[in-house]
């Protein structure tokens, strides 16, 4: 068994062109999630999978290791699934697990890497795992840009939505209650589930809101959700990135 980080980072962005190799703080933004990735102790290798040159160069230039991915692929699901391939020179095993790492979060904690990777080692029921963290304001509740999840009593995903779920009829949203969690875009996988799970359609739940996990419930996958305190810090816009600089040099 394996335990792989792989970071999806595409060049081509709506809002932020050139994303992954804009400086901050002296280096690309891909290089500081590498560098953040290489942390967590329960990973045995780190992989970005890219559509571009200039990343694959940006990524080397750091001491990572980067594969180039088909631009053509329809989700960072299947970038991840492809690059565990190419990096390894062969299919994944079933029993590797394959922690899908957003490209644009700097600040992502090592600790919640190893987390998701440790409920797939330690409880095989689980076909993926992912993360939560508390919602702190009615605005963010009602929000369609924060992905709400619904949780049984092991904490495992009964539902993702941009809907402001669970709705409590009676009241308005308590958000002491513990209920009200939103999701985080960080997974793991186990090598035997994404391989069923990249050569299924997208579902017509997935097309609607727009999520792919929805896919993965849709097939009737477990997944394991962590909770964690860290709400994450990602960067979207040239904006972002000027804050996200500031808090790397302590400003």
């Known amino acids: 068994m394996k335990i792989l980080g792989i970071i999806p980072s595409r060049f081509g962005s709506s809002r932020f062109p050139g994303k992954p ?22 990973l045995d290798d780190v992989i970005v999978a890219t559509d571009d040159a200039r990343i694959v160069a940006a990524v080397e230039a750091c001491g990572g290791k980067a594969v180039m991915t088909p631009s053509e692929l329809p989700s960072g699901t299947d970038r991840i699934a492809c690059a565990a391939r190419i990096a390894q020179g062969g299919d994944f095993a079933d029993d590797d697990i394959l922690v899908n790492i957003q490209g644009d979060e700097p600040l992502i904690k090592p600790e919640l890497i190893d987390a998701l990777a440790a409920k797939l080692v330690d409880d095989t029921k689980w076909d993926m795992a992912t993360a939560v963290t508390p919602i702190k304001t009615v605005d963010d509740f009602a929000a369609k840009t924060v992905v709400k999840v619904v949780l049984d009593r092991d904490d495992g995903a ?25 999701h985080l875009g960080i997974y ?12 299924e359609k997208p579902c ?18 477990k997944i394991a959700v962590v909770r964690t305190e860290d709400e994450g810090v990602g960067v979207d816009t040239p904006e972002d990135a000027v804050r996200i600089e500031k808090i790397l040099k302590g400003c």
């Open 158 to 182: 009964l539902y993702f939505s941009r809907a402001p779920i669970p709705c409590n009829r009676d009241h308005e949203p308590d958000l002491a209650s513990g209920l009200l969690v939103r």
């Open 188 to 199: 793991a996988y186990r090598g035997s589930f994404l391989k069923r799970y990249v050569a």
């Open 204 to 221: 017509a739940l997935e097309q609607t809101e727009k999520l792919e996990q929805l896919r993965a419930l849709w097939m009737g996958a």
């Open 21 to 42: 190799i804009h400086p901050i703080a002296g280096k690309p933004l891909v290089a500081w999630v590498v560098e953040a990735v290489k942390k967590a102790k329960r």
